[in-house]
């Protein structure tokens, strides 16, 4: 039997709140849980406001609507990513622009950032990669020193902190998803948070279509049609609930997996902590060194065939066949983010994951670099 590369832990409030919604008819996206939820969100990451939504793509969509980036603009973001940051771009018409990753912590490298900054530079497009955040302290000092707006893609972040502070409460505004294999699941599921009242309310229109409070059906903004239902949100307060609980369970499973892949000759292990935050390991990434006669996607063939799942990481933006075929990042080489999609996969971490599951993986994980 397959040991799953992820499966979600639902054995709290989940089905108590869920049972709520059906008993009283609130099941679209005007239920109570929604405000509930969405409060409980703010507080957590120290905002003043959260926006929930559909899915954590559609947060990014938003977000770069909401602060007017548009025709002419640019982005910085790191080429290691999910394909949801730079398409938001892209669709909003402005123009994406990247940088590699840094070797150690595999989040973008905040060294190029101003290297890349023109005229046209309206904002960084922050994504923490995994487990360890983004040196959010480099980020403010180059936003602040060129008047750039900062969006932080916090979507595998929950419950993690840089220096102290929540990830999530910094810059201009910050997306989460809460998709299954987040610390916090609703199924499919994301939110906006921000202290700005007014961005708060661009977004808050966005997501409903722009619809307007005296003529509803008339429009002067499209929007979308990205609300998140309220049955999502009564399991994303269950869950929500239980985010210390949960940060400390994947900690420890990036303990033992690192304890029992230690030494092993030809891997890359995740970074335990940076100067600035311990790792949270939304995921436990393993990258091959380049002494290793085979790739990612043989480990992960050979992983399978002992019965363990896993997934590859990201495929850089430079290498994206859909933007390649809109000309852009023609020619541009990242050589380190080029490694990690080739040499990078990551095995099952999934909260619901068992001891003698892990001590399965570590093994495999061993007999295959044997």
């Known amino acids: 039997m397959m040991i799953p590369v992820n499966t979600p832990l639902l054995d709290g409030n989940e089905k108590k709140y869920l049972n709520e919604c059906i008993d009283t008819g609130w099941i679209s996206s005007e239920g109570p849980f929604i405000k509930k939820f969405e409060d409980a969100f703010a507080k957590t990451v120290g905002r003043r406001h959260a926006i929930a939504v559909c899915n954590g793509s559609v947060a990014l969509d938003a977000a770069v609507v909401a602060l007017g980036i548009g025709p002419g603009d640019e982005v910085i973001l790191p080429t290691f990513t999910i394909i949801s940051c730079a398409s938001a771009i892209v669709r909003a018409g402005a123009l994406p622009v990247l940088v590699d990753s840094d070797p150690v912590t595999w989040n973008m490298d905040t060294r190029q950032i101003e290297q890349k900054i023109t005229s046209r530079t309206k904002a960084i497009m922050v994504v923490h990669i995994y487990g360890l955040p983004v040196d959010m302290a480099a980020i403010e000092r180059i936003a602040a020193k060129h008047r750039l707006l900062i969006i932080e893609d916090a979507a595998e972040m929950h419950g993690q902190r840089f220096e102290g502070r929540p990830c999530g409460s910094f810059g201009n505004i910050s997306t989460f998803s809460f998709y299954p294999n987040k610390h916090i699941t609703t199924g499919e599921g994301g939110m906006l948070v921000t202290d700005d009242e007014i961005l708060a309310d661009r977004c808050r229109s966005l997501r409903n279509l722009c619809f307007q409070p005296q003529k509803r059906f008339v429009h002067e903004t499209l929007g979308w049609n990205m609300r998140m239902t309220n049955m999502q949100a009564a399991i994303g307060v269950a869950q929500l609930e239980r985010l210390d609980e949960f940060v400390l369970r994947k900690r420890q499973m990036g303990n033992f997996y690192t304890h029992a892949l230690q ?10 902590r940076a100067s600035y935050a ?3 390991y939304w995921v436990f990434g393993i990258v091959l060194e380049d002494d290793v006669s085979f790739d990612a996607e043989e480990a992960m063939r050979r992983l399978a065939e002992l019965g363990i799942g ?7 933006m430079h290498e994206q066949p859909v933007f ?5 990042f023609a020619g541009e080489h990242y050589p380190i983010a080029e490694k990690l999609a080739r040499r990078g996969f990551y095995i099952p971490s999934g909260l619901a994951l068992q ?3 892990m001590e399965t993986v570590g093994a495999g994980v061993r007999a295959m670099m044997q």
Do not use: K, Y
């Open 324 to 328: 390649q075929a809109m000309g852009l």
């Open 355 to 357: 001891e003698d599951q």
């Open 310 to 316: 896993t997934r590859p990481f990201f495929w850089p």
């Open 278 to 280: 311990e790792n949270i």
């Open 263 to 272: 030494g092993v000759p030809g891997l890359q292990l995740p970074l335990e």
